[in-house]
């Protein structure tokens, strides 16, 4: 009786969680979503720092917890080419389907069946991976509206996604930090830290963005 005491709110918390996590993947052009400020605090604070826990605690009342880490540590025969394959694999059959006058039909159409085979085996065609790298991506959450994000920065954003999801991984550093640094300079002196320093000569020059990260860190260690 106890354990069901327990199993009952342990499966309604696990089923909350499986249905924010399918409420943050990334599918919008600007991955910004809105909430609460109390909602992501709670969210950051105490909810996802928690969630394998909770999981892990839900599948051990429900006696799930072997199988769970069975699958877990499966590994498939071939990863990672489930969704590569099935295009390849439909586009040839579609090829080998058509006739003269289909095949010419399609292709006058702008379908260039032959150019799309050849695009699938170019070794940076990997569109399994792609979507494993979404799944690691969650949107940032401000409690505002995301129309009142600057334009160059939700531009900014969008890039460094995409940049993630390709796994261009150089990219994606690179782009993080000019923002970064964009950000730091923006937001300085509403914050109450100056942007610029006199220099050796004697003369004003822009902070390092190390100088701003340092002078942040100190005014808001949180």
Avoid at 52 to 61: F, G, I, K, S
Avoid at 66 to 76: G, R
Avoid at 115 to 122: D, Q, R, S
Wanted: with cysteine.
């Amino acid at each position: 009786m106890q354990r069901r005491r327990i199993e009952v709110p342990l499966g309604s918390l696990n089923k909350e969680l499986s249905t924010i996590e399918r409420e943050l993947r990334v599918d919008a052009e600007v991955p910004v979503t809105q909430l609460a400020a109390s909602h992501i605090k709670f969210f950051r604070e105490h909810l996802e720092p928690n969630a394998r826990v909770l999981r892990r605690a839900y599948w051990e009342c429900t006696g799930l917890r072997d199988l769970i880490e069975s699958l877990d540590e499966y590994e498939p025969n071939h990863p990672c080419r489930s969704v590569k394959e099935a295009i390849a694999w439909g586009l040839e059959r579609w090829g080998d389907m058509l006739d003269d006058d289909e095949l010419e039909d399609w292709q006058s159409r702008g379908f260039a069946i032959d150019a799309a085979i050849e695009a699938i085996e170019l070794p940076w065609f990997e569109p399994d991976r792609w979507l494993e790298n979404m799944l690691l991506l969650q949107p940032v959450l401000l409690d505002r509206p995301p129309q009142h994000v600057r334009d160059h920065i939700r531009y900014r954003l969008s890039e460094i996604y995409r940049a993630f999801t390709f796994g261009l991984w150089m990219s994606s550093i690179a782009l993080c930090r000019s923002l970064l640094e964009y950000s730091l300079k923006d937001t300085a002196l509403q914050c109450g830290i100056e942007r610029a320093k006199v220099g050796s000569r004697g003369e004003l020059e822009d902070k390092s963005m190390k100088e701003l990260s340092d002078e942040f860190s100190e005014q808001f260690p949180a």
